[in-house]
């Protein structure tokens, strides 16, 4: 990342958490990342995992997701500001599944090979989502120390310290599942549909925030984030 790019993204989680109900607004957008495996079908598939050790790694895994939606639950609740599913682009996870060409939804009918390389797919997709959500969070809990949110801090460095294992096992679970060719194949493809969803994601959230907190950002930040918003369109198209 530029240090441009760091600098923006520090500047934009620093003005968001510190106003409550933009901060709020953020956290919803965490909580309905870890709330769509809830929502959907073909989440890890631990069923057809082949082994009891990767199987119980992706239990975990569920686990501390559905824990990671309470949390966010409570500190949303402790600033005051109301819980919101919400839907569509608004949830990172279906921003990269619109922008990946390859399903991981298993079907009965699939052939125990097909089987397997959807799991490593499903796998691939987990590693670039939380390695996007703890990079987030990285920032995250930057701006929370500053702007002296002590206590969702506190909710979001634990989260962290969860997505950072779960970036790794993922990674790994992939790689073991396929020859060396085809998991390099397989986790391009996944590469290129979270760093395409990264911009789309972002695009779509600062026009948000532009358009809903006008009034809450300093004049020369907006500019900087319409900016950024016109530069992220450009990068999509490149990726
Ligand atoms: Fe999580
Ligand atoms: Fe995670």
Request: hydrophobic residues 40%; aromatic residues 8%.
């Amino acid at each position: 990342m530029s240090a441009v790019e760091s600098a923006m993204k520090r500047m934009w989680h620093r003005d968001l958490a510190s106003d409550p109900t933009t901060h709020a607004w953020v956290l919803n957008l965490y909580r309905a990342g870890e709330r769509h495996p809830q929502t959907v079908k073909d989440y890890f598939p631990y069923a057809h995992a082949p082994s009891a050790e990767l199987a119980e790694k992706m239990r975990t895994h569920e686990r501390d997701e559905e824990r990671h939606t309470k949390m966010y639950t409570r500190a949303i609740e402790g600033l005051g500001e109301p819980v919101i599913d919400l839907e569509g682009y608004d949830v990172f996870n279906e921003v990269i599944r619109d922008k990946t060409s390859a399903s991981f939804t298993i079907a009965d009918t699939d052939t125990a090979d097909e089987k397997r390389e959807k799991v490593a797919h499903f796998l691939a997709h987990a590693h670039f989502l939380e390695k996007r959500i703890a990079r987030s969070l990285e920032f995250h809990v930057d701006a929370c120390r500053v702007m002296r949110s002590d206590r969702v801090a506190t909710v979001v460095e634990s989260v962290l310290a969860d997505e950072i294992g779960h970036v790794a096992y993922t990674i790994d679970a992939a790689r073991d599942l396929l020859t060396r060719k085809r998991a390099e194949e397989v986790i391009d493809l996944h590469r290129r549909g979270e760093a395409k969803a990264n911009y789309a994601f972002s695009r779509h959230q600062v026009k948000t925030a532009l358009s809903r907190f006008a009034t809450k950002l300093a004049r020369s930040h907006k500019s900087a984030y319409a900016l950024a918003g016109v530069v992220m369109l450009e990068a999509e198209r490149h990726v």
